[in-house]
C-alpha cells in the first residue's frame, strides 16, 4: 500500500513562489507516475501537472503552463512542485497522485490509484 504526505503549503502574496513536496512510502515510487491536482471551494479537483514514471513526459494544465515545474526525485521517493509567479487564483486544497503505470500519465484524477491527504496553498492580492 502506498502513502503519500504531501507538504510546503502555506500563505503567499501573488507573485511568490512556493515549493510542494510529496513523500511516498510502501512501494516501488520508480515505477510510479506522479501527478498534482487541486481543490477549491465548491470546485472540482482539477488536473495541475503529471510526470511519467521515468520522467520522459511531464503534463501541464494551460492554467499553470510556464508558472508550475513538477520533477519527480526516485532517489528520495518525492515528487515536487515548484509553482512560481503565484496568483489568487492558484488557491486550494494541493493533492499528489499516483499510478503504478509506465505509460504517458493521464490528466483525469479517475486514472490516479493513490493519493495524499492535500495541503493548502492561499495566494492573496
Known amino acids: 500500500q502506498v502513502q503519500l504526505v504531501e507538504s510546503g503549503g502555506g500563505l503567499v502574496q501573488a507573485g511568490g513562489s512556493l515549493r510542494l513536496s510529496c513523500a511516498a512510502s510502501?512501494?516501488?515510487?520508480?515505477?510510479?507516475?506522479m501527478a498534482w491536482f487541486r481543490q477549491a471551494p465548491g470546485k472540482e479537483r482539477d488536473f495541475v501537472a503529471a510526470n511519467s514514471w521515468d520522467s520522459q513526459w511531464k503534463y501541464y494544465a494551460d492554467s499553470v503552463k510556464g508558472r508550475f515545474t513538477i520533477s519527480k526525485d526516485n532517489a528520495k521517493n518525492t515528487v515536487f512542485l515548484q509553482m512560481n509567479s503565484l496568483k489568487p487564483e492558484d488557491t486550494a486544497v494541493y493533492f499528489c497522485?499516483?499510478?503504478?503505470?509506465?505509460?504517458?500519465?493521464?490528466?483525469?484524477?479517475?486514472?490516479?490509484?493513490?493519493w495524499g491527504q492535500g495541503t493548502q496553498v492561499t495566494v492573496s492580492s
Open positions: 497522485a499516483a499510478r503504478s503505470d509506465k505509460t504517458p500519465p493521464p490528466r483525469t484524477a479517475a486514472n490516479y490509484t493513490y
Open positions: 510502501g512501494g516501488t515510487f520508480s515505477g510510479y507516475a
